[in-house]
């Protein structure tokens, strides 16, 4: 069995080089000297090392197609691989952001069609594709309704935003970047908005109310139209926070339950590569009152007698580009492949598993782990708590641990903050019924291990490349001029 993978630095040997490049085809220049340095301290390694090294590497992670992973919130869904075969069609990967439009029409026509069919999923009459991910779709979101609101509007003192105690961090990281005031609203007995602590804060100072539905405690918030209105009634708008989207699709639309604009993550509900497997994609849809205020420019068609073409046009009232370029192209031909390979049956289909899975599991967890909201109907996901009778000095922690044991991902932990100990499960609808019965029959299993050899779980992971890390005092990490050869 191999020990530990050295760090790329500890494998370095002065005058190996893992690169040959080509013959130089154009005049040298030198460097200017105020960019030169005396020492570049980068590794240097022969190409076989390099290659065997991140190789090794790779095999010490774990992913979505080695197992199961279910990340509450996060949609850790498999990714299905005709979507990576159309990304690397030639005609898609080997164009350039900056051809002239006329050169590039096929993708143009994919992000226009990908924008319609968005907006047709979620009800809205626009979208932009250019976000990068979901807390970059939501910045975007936000400041279209600052800017509707402020300059469109002409109610520059409205300037708090309203946010459940359940959201994700980037919903008041988002209000606060954008100048705004965040004003937590607490959720009720049932897991949904309390509407009467709602109405304390509804006068002309607000600005929105940013809401995840179903919301992180995989709950569809019973009184939804009412909160809706509620502040559209006090001169609000209603930002939806697309995460959740899985358990929606084709089901319900967002615009027809009161948002005004909503992002959409592309690497969570639409199967692209999520996190550490590929860049994101946070596209933004808005109703036709925010429409001109989205970034731009965006894909827009003009109709001739013959033929269509595709034309780039900025929104007449745009809030200005939020990303380079057009936005993560490879990520929209995967998503739009997805959406084409299924259909719109498909994608209803796609969330009524999701849903199923995440009621099936959530009955059989609860009968060994608390789920303080079961005596719900949960949508896409569903919170339980980390707490074994029996085994009181054991924590979430201990227990997402021993699962890395049982080879599986550790669930969203300590998330949302509303809930002790919270292990927040999401199976996807991408997962069979006997990876949901191995996983419950786990989580059981660690509940008699708790109770009988907590020790187990205190030292745990056993089994897996990286033992127990020192994740209280984060100070011990070494500094940078610790790693070999950055002396």
């Not at 990908?114 to 779709?137: K, R, S």
């Not at 660690?446 to 994740?471: C, F, N, S, Y």
Request: proline letters at 8%; a negative charge.
């Amino acid at each position: 069995m191999r020990g530990p993978e050295p760090t790329i630095y500890e494998i370095s040997s002065p005058g190996r080089r893992g690169y040959t490049l080509p013959e130089l085809d154009v005049p040298e220049s030198d460097i200017p000297e105020e960019f030169l340095r005396d020492r570049l301290l980068l590794p240097e390694v022969a190409e076989v090392d390099l290659v065997r090294h991140f190789v090794r590497l790779s095999q010490k992670n774990f992913g979505v197609d080695l197992g199961f992973y279910p990340l509450g919130s996060c949609t850790m869904k498999y990714n299905p691989k005709v979507n990576e075969v159309a990304a690397r069609l030639p005609g898609f990967t080997k164009i350039h952001p900056l051809q002239d439009p006329a050169t590039v029409q096929g993708a143009m026509q994919l992000m226009y069609e990908l924008q319609t069919y968005l907006a047709e999923i979620t009800g809205f009459a626009a979208t932009t594709l250019q976000p990068a991910a979901g807390a970059h779709g939501e910045l975007t979101g936000v400041l279209m309704m600052r800017k509707l609101i402020h300059e469109g509007r002409g109610e520059p003192h409205r300037t708090k935003v309203l946010v459940p105690d359940s959201a994700h961090g980037t919903n008041p990281a988002t209000t606060t970047m954008s100048g705004l005031q965040v004003v937590e609203i607490p959720s009720d007995k049932r897991g949904n908005v309390d509407l009467n602590e709602l109405k304390k804060h509804l006068d002309d100072t607000v600005l929105g109310f940013m809401l995840t539905n179903p919301n992180t405690l995989g709950l569809f918030d019973e009184h939804l139209l009412e909160l809706t209105h509620l502040v559209h009634e006090a001169g609000g708008l209603m930002y939806g926070d697309g995460a959740n989207l899985n358990a929606l699709l084709g089901i319900t639309k967002p615009a027809d339950l009161g948002f005004d604009v909503m992002h959409i993550n592309l690497h969570k509900t639409f199967s692209t590569p999520h996190g550490g497997g590929g860049p994101g994609s946070g596209p933004v849809v808005c109703t036709e009152e925010l429409a001109p205020y989205l970034p731009g420019p965006i894909v827009d068609v003009e109709e001739h007698d013959d033929h269509v073409h595709y034309i780039w046009k900025m929104p007449e009232h745009s809030i200005g580009r939020v990303k380079a370029f057009w936005g993560n192209f490879g990520v929209m031909v995967k998503a739009y492949t997805y959406i084409r390979m299924l259909g719109a049956q498909g994608l209803r289909e796609v969330a009524e598993n999701a849903v199923l899975n995440a009621n099936y599991l959530q009955a059989l967890v609860k009968k060994t782990y608390p789920v303080p909201y079961g005596f719900r109907t949960c949508m896409h996901e569903f919170v339980a708590q980390g707490k074994i009778e029996g085994a009181e000095d054991v924590r979430a922690l201990d227990i997402a641990k021993r699962l890395i044991d049982y080879g599986f991902h550790p669930p969203t932990m300590y998330f949302p903050l509303i809930v002790p100990e919270a292990l927040m499960i999401e199976p996807t609808e991408t997962e069979s019924k006997q990876t949901l019965d191995a996983f419950a029959e786990a989580l059981e299993r660690i509940a008699e291990e708790a109770r009988t050899q907590p020790e187990l779980l205190k030292t745990a992971p056993h089994e897996a490349p990286v033992r127990r890390l020192d994740e209280v005092r984060a100070a011990r990490y070494p500094k940078l001029k610790d790693v070999p050869g950055m002396e």
